[in-house]
């Protein structure tokens, strides 16, 4: 049995594309700083739940453009989401 085994190349598919869409989308919310768009993050990817795979190009390869395309739809909807869920979080504590 081999006890060396190397997991680093397992990571879930929708982290690159989330995190790349807050970026995007960052600019959108001027009233959010920086350090809200981990929170952001961790928002939409648990909207989105769990894809893992070790190879990101291996998953592109058997996807249909019709899948394609509704995971960059199902990416865009959590994000926003996740904007507008963390703007409101930090309005109602600066409320208190």
Do not use: W
Not at 1 to 20: A, G, K, Q, W
């Amino acid at each position: 049995m081999t006890t060396n085994i190397n997991f680093t190349s397992v990571h879930n598919h929708y982290e690159r594309p989330v995190f790349d869409a807050v970026s995007r989308l960052a600019p959108n919310y001027p009233y959010l700083e920086a350090d809200a768009l981990p929170d952001v993050a961790c928002v939409a990817l648990n909207r989105l739940g769990s894809r893992y795979i070790r190879h990101t190009v291996d998953l592109n390869f058997y996807l249909t453009e019709k899948e394609r395309l509704a995971i960059e739809q199902t990416i865009g909807e959590a994000v926003t989401y996740a904007f507008e869920f963390v703007q409101a979080r930090i309005a109602m504590r600066a409320r208190r």
